[in-house]
């Protein structure tokens, strides 16, 4: 009832070496007794001590945010403690593991060795949030050996193409706190949307020691198939359109593809699903709300087991709620660099076959036609 609720971290220094950056997070949902939020950080070898950063006083939209510092580079865990009338601190205390934004490091020559543990049993969520930009979170399984953990700095984590080829720093996550007799967890959150550069297929998760030496076997993450999704109805919280997405890197046990509305911390809403074979799409031909909660359609795969994947590819929904946007939207999606729309480029879009229009309705139809700009006659 006391604790805090979700934590978030951004690096806003996209140099390696430098962290500092905001942390945000939400009111407790009782915040009767609250008079603040105590802000500290904890280091790899010296775990028993907190650094005291800051208190923040209580807020009435619960929305919160703390500038960091400039934090050593053995930060191994930032969090925050809620503070009581009473000098207490009760509730748990949420915590956010590092991670050094290296957006801007240049790609070097890197010393290699064997042995060091590969990342496994990966989960998370990655989507696409605007064209060509990624972002999401992914968390993997590091070892449970103390005495390996103890040698390592954390993950180095590159784009890479579909040799391996690395592409692009992303950044580095900080090897977290070690807790004896429990699996090592380690994890990336990109809280905002980063460019993917251009030939990236996936990801590359290198463990790497405290001199800088990086493991000669990466673990390696595709990225999600590119979900895309127009709304062409007018009115806020309804959507109807098309949603497309890619083929699954792999099909083989592959039955069928389920949309779902989905957001954070709200139960899935199914919309349809497709038979493995078909196009890879889902018309939603009249509009449907928008489940409360839900900001993301995201595409599941079911095997033949009949069980759907853990976690989907999601995009956001840009929920159109004028005619205007939905004609602006249009316009960049179907109709870019034609300046005058005509009933020939329209016929032309209907027919062409990378556009989703298998089930294209009336009404859609007639907002199509919108889109034809009127011809003016001189008096």
Sequence with gaps: ????????????????????????????????????????????????????????????????????????????????????????????????????????????????????PVPSN?????????????AGWLRWEVSSDRNILLQLAGQTIYFTDANGTKLQLIGSALEPPIIDNHMNYNGLNINEPIIIP???????????????????????????????????????????????????????????????????????????????????????PTSIMIPQGANFISIYTMDYNNHLSLYGSAVYIQDNYSSYQVQYALKQKCFTGITAIDIKQILLTLNNP???FSQISKEDTQVLLSLIKPIM???
């Design 1 to 116: 009832m006391y604790s805090p609720g979700q934590l978030l971290f951004k690096d806003t220094n996209p140099n390696g070496g430098v962290i500092d950056g905001v942390l945000n997070w939400t009111g407790s949902t009782n915040e009767s007794q609250v008079t603040g939020y105590r802000v500290y950080y904890r280091t790899k070898n010296a775990l028993n001590v907190y650094h005291h950063l800051g208190i923040v006083g209580k807020r009435a939209d619960k929305a919160y945010q703390f500038t960091l510092p400039t934090l050593p580079l053995d930060v191994v865990e930032i969090g925050i403690v809620v503070n009581n009338s009473n000098g207490e601190e009760p509730g748990s205390w949420p915590i956010v593991f590092m991670y050094d934004n290296r957006l801007s490091d240049p790609l070097t020559s890197v010393s290699t060795t064997s042995n060091l």
């Design 377 to 379: 006659t001189a008096n």
């Design 198 to 284: 251009n030939g990236a297929t996936q990801i590359a998760i290198y463990s790497v020691l405290e001199s800088g030496k990086e493991n000669d076997i990466p673990a390696y993450y595709p990225l999600p198939p590119t979900i895309q999704f127009t709304d062409w109805d007018e009115h806020s919280r309804s959507i109807r359109g098309h949603i497309t997405w890619n083929q699954d890197n792999n099909e083989s046990n592959i039955k069928a593809y389920y949309a779902y509305f989905t957001g954070y911390n709200v139960s899935p809403v199914e919309i349809g699903h497709v038979a493995k074979g078909a196009p890879w799409r889902l018309s939603i």
């Design 354 to 356: 990378s556009n989703p």
């Design 122 to 134: 990966f989960e998370g969520q990655l989507y696409y949030p605007q064209a060509g930009k990624i």
